[in-house]
């Protein structure tokens, strides 16, 4: 069975967004999808068949202060508009296509950090609640957001464990994958300052997550490393931009260029891809 594996990013995922729109379109849905951040949230408007759905949130909202603004802070204790992002704009502005959602009888899982025991866990996408919890979670950058609470645990960002959750999709007998990066070849990822300082301020409360943050550069480099050996063996198809875009980009033209991007370059390996189904 072929995986659709989802990199997160912050918006830099409105790539996957455009490679998503193109499967769409060529009536391509994975059986199994499996992403973490705003990866795997883009990829439940992917299951919901809503094309463009992404790209009208980017387009209507991203200046919105209630969707990314410091005032939110106040509110939620996050730069991003929590009651706002997953509440308003898919219960109202743009209404998530539900119906169409619980119809995909595929396997969607959404991977989330425990902030207890510093380990990965992969939530079953189709259990979603009505406030998006485990969406919350999964997109829950230390600093920028604060720990989601979820069934008695306290999760962060999924991308801290296992930014490109390509082993779990092996490991529950995937043979196939097209992996979505939201990087351009040749990326490595550095030792951040700013996740040792994260590590600091949540040493005390979440001690498990001090050794996450200090080595994360390390295992996505790592992670990214096997994608390109699964490749080379046949295995995978990675397809990723050309250049790299802001996490936090502020010009709308270049996200819709950059979903552009990601819709040419999956129609461009579209005979491969569709390969992946035989």
Known sequence: MPSLILEGGTLRPIFSAGVMDALLDQKLMFPYCIGVSAGISNGFSYISKQ?????????????????????????????FGLDFAF????????????????SYNGQLLVGVTNAHTGLPEYMNGMDVDKKWTMLRAT???????????????????????DPIPIRKAIADGNEKHLIILTQPK??????????????????????????????????YNETVAFCEQLEKDGKAIIIRPEYSLNS???????LRETCQHGYDSAIDRMPDIRKLFN
Not at 57 to 72: C, F, L
Not at 248 to 254: A, C, G, V, Y
């Open 51 to 79: 094309k463009r759905r992404n790209l009208d949130i980017m387009e209507q909202y991203r200046h919105d202060k209630r969707y990314i603004g410091y005032r939110n802070f106040l509110r939620s204790r996050s730069l």
């Open 186 to 219: 040749g990326y490595v990822k550095q030792f951040s300052k700013q996740n040792a300082f994260i590590s600091k301020l949540l040493k005390k409360k979440f001690p498990q997550l001090e050794e996450v943050l200090l080595t994360r550069h390390e295992k």
């Open 248 to 254: 936090f980009e502020k010009d709308i033209s270049k």
């Open 139 to 161: 997109c829950a950058i230390p600093l920028f957001f604060p720990s989601i609470e979820l069934n008695g645990s306290k999760y962060y960002d999924g991308g801290l464990t």
């Open 87 to 102: 509440g308003e704009i898919p219960d109202k502005l743009i209404p998530f296509d539900m119906d169409a959602f619980r």
